[in-house]
């Protein structure tokens, strides 16, 4: 039997860190799993910037490599665009193994609509029809 909808659900960091070396020392994940670069408006409306799945390297290892300039976007690209930058992350969620957190990482691009990458181009395992997700640290 075909599962056709799945729905998972996550926990967030509890707050956005500003995008710089000491609070990725403080507050990145030695961890794989998903990340997000966000930043504000005067009204304090967040748009994200930027989404990723870092697979086989931790959450940490990944912001430094956009910092170092050793991934795109560098933090030159980043912060020339966007000066007022930050960084969240999923702390937990129900996915398990390799194949959820590509399915979990579609929804959320889709959910979000990052600027990049583009939501037309990230694709998922296709093993549902539909796929959600929940946030349940705002509950």
Do not use: C
Not at 115 to 122: Q, R, S
């Amino acid at each position: 039997m075909q599962v056709t909808a799945k729905q998972f659900e996550i926990w967030t960091s509890e707050r956005s860190y500003r995008f710089k070396e000491d609070a990725f020392q403080n507050h990145a994940p030695q961890t794989p799993g998903i990340y997000q670069l966000v930043t504000f408006d005067e009204q304090q409306t967040p748009r994200v910037v930027y989404m990723a799945l870092a697979e086989k390297e931790s959450i940490f290892d990944a912001l430094y490599a956009h910092f170092r300039g050793e991934r795109e976007p560098t933090m030159e690209m980043l912060l020339s665009r966007y000066p007022n930058l930050y960084f969240s992350y999923v702390v937990d969620s129900n996915a398990q193994g390799p194949e959820d957190m590509k399915d979990l990482f579609w929804a959320m691009v889709q959910a979000d609509k990052p600027i990049e990458p583009n939501p037309a181009t990230v694709t998922n395992t296709g093993r549902y029809t539909e796929i959600t997700v929940k946030d349940k640290s705002i509950l």
